[in-house]
């Protein structure tokens, strides 16, 4: 009797444990789900199904960037990044450099959410621009996008890439990371990745100080580039991409 009873309490210690380790973290448990006050808004439960919503013409592009290779990156500064690796068997070189801009000589146009909220520049030249605030003018903004596999060029169009400001080149902030370029497993498709890191200084403390955005281009190597898929800082926000559990698009 003896026996069977400490045989059933050692059996119901170890179901405990086993429990207890199944039991999701408090910081976890936040991040497995999107803030309730925001579902009504966007009534999707992951960012790639409202990705794929807002882009559908590119939804088969549409991936998390864990289940693609890293091309190395050769050289990271302030004003230049330069990415080097092999596909297909050839060279692949991509390089990055940032210039200034003056938006005085540019058409700016604002918006304003609300009476109380201070407007924000929506858009530069007649084209959405990202990662501005409202009374800035002198910004930065990536001059030259050059890609180069073996002898061949693949061009890019300047306005895929100029509308966006203050890009990231070589900062990590939790989920603001340098920029950085994949090929698929196949070899047939790379991505480029850039966020923005408009007011990243040495005191942020939060994702939500900074005016950032998450940009995705598209190349196909035999089709050559096929577009860009951009989400602003606040359509991330609503995505808890602060959390550890973020993985892109």
Not at 120 to 138: K, N, Y
């Amino acid at each position: 009797m003896l026996l069977n009873t400490v045989i059933l309490l050692v059996f119901c210690l170890f179901s405990l444990g086993c429990k207890g380790q199944n039991i999701p973290s408090e910081e976890k448990s936040k991040c497995g789900k999107l803030d309730k006050h925001l579902i009504d808004h966007y009534r999707d439960t992951l960012l790639s199904d409202y990705t794929s919503r807002k882009f559908p013409e590119l939804r088969n592009y549409i991936e998390p960037n864990k289940d693609l290779i890293r091309l190395d990156v050769l050289s990271c500064n302030d004003t230049l990044v330069i990415i080097e690796d092999f596909i297909e068997n050839q060279k692949i070189k991509i390089e990055f450099r940032k210039s200034n801009i003056d938006l005085t000589t540019h058409e700016v146009s604002y918006v304003e959410i609300t009476e109380n909220d201070p407007k924000f520049i929506d858009e530069v030249d007649g084209r959405p621009a990202f990662g501005l605030f409202s009374d800035e003018m002198q910004v930065t903004a990536i001059k030259v996008l050059d890609i180069r596999i073996g002898d061949k060029k693949i061009s890019v169009p300047t306005e895929e890439f100029s509308n966006l400001f203050f890009p990231n080149f070589c900062s990590n902030f939790k989920s603001i990371k340098p920029i950085t370029a994949y090929k698929s497993k196949d070899e047939k498709l790379i991505f480029i990745y850039i966020f923005g890191e408009n007011g990243l200084t040495n005191q942020t403390s939060e994702l939500r100080e900074v005016r950032s955005f998450l940009a995705k281009l598209i190349f196909d190597l035999d089709e050559g580039y096929k577009g860009k898929i951009v989400l602003s800082n606040s359509e991330l926000d609503a995505y808890q991409w602060d959390c550890p559990n973020f993985k892109g698009i």
